[in-house]
């Protein structure tokens, strides 16, 4: 699999096709355990957001979320999660190159957003940073780069994955308030299932 392979919303397409959800339709156990150092109410940025299972879940807490995809089969299967569930969240159809970045949040939230390569990785933090308001948290998850040798998802590329030495340089003043490189068996349907190598991350934009 090549890079451009990661990246195409046909691969997307292809993957989230059928009535099963890829990655299931419950939330990442880090947005579940990180999530109470959100404000009552956050306006929250859902990243990547596949086929809906993070901001659906993030919705039904009470937060006022928007969340993009650049496969219009995941938002599909995304919108129909969030209307089975009674949860209001503002989806898109985008791209990390096409959303538009110009407006702000009380957080974002990266979950396995790890097709980005190395050199594309810089302007997508930029990007995040510049959207998350003064005071406002970054949520990122992911794989460490052990991840290739477990095989139980994401891409097969090491240099792709998380390291917290990078993530401190690529937030550096940030408030860290969570970050921790660990292994975890999940299940998290077919594409994210067995022991994995996990990254989480959880900082405070400077006021």
């Not at 059928?18 to 999530?35: H, K, N």
């Not at 110009?102 to 790890?114: E, K, L």
């Amino acid at each position: 699999m090549d890079r451009t392979g990661i990246m195409g919303r046909e691969m997307w397409d292809a993957r989230f096709e059928g009535e099963d959800y890829l990655f299931g339709t419950e939330p990442a156990i880090f947005v579940t355990e990180r999530a109470g150092i959100l404000a009552d109410g956050s306006e929250i940025l859902c990243v990547a957001d596949g086929e809906g299972r993070n901001s659906v879940w993030l919705a039904e807490q009470g937060h006022a979320v928007t969340a993009f995809d650049i496969s219009p089969v995941g938002v599909e299967k995304a919108r129909a999660l969030a209307t089975r569930r009674g949860a209001k969240v503002d989806f898109h159809i985008a791209g990390i190159d096409d959303w538009d970045w110009s407006r702000s949040y009380d957080s974002v939230a990266g979950i396995f957003i790890q097709f980005l390569s190395p050199e594309a990785r810089p302007q997508a933090f930029s990007r995040i940073r510049d959207a998350i308001r003064p005071g406002g948290v970054l949520l990122l998850h992911g794989y460490a780069p052990r991840q290739v040798e477990y095989g139980t998802g994401g891409p097969p590329f090491a240099e792709n994955m998380y390291t917290l030495d990078l993530l401190h340089d690529a937030f550096a003043g940030w408030e860290v308030l969570h970050a921790d490189d660990y292994d975890r068996h999940i299940d998290e349907g077919p594409g994210h299932s067995g022991l994995s190598a996990l990254v989480d991350f959880v900082a405070r934009k400077p006021d």
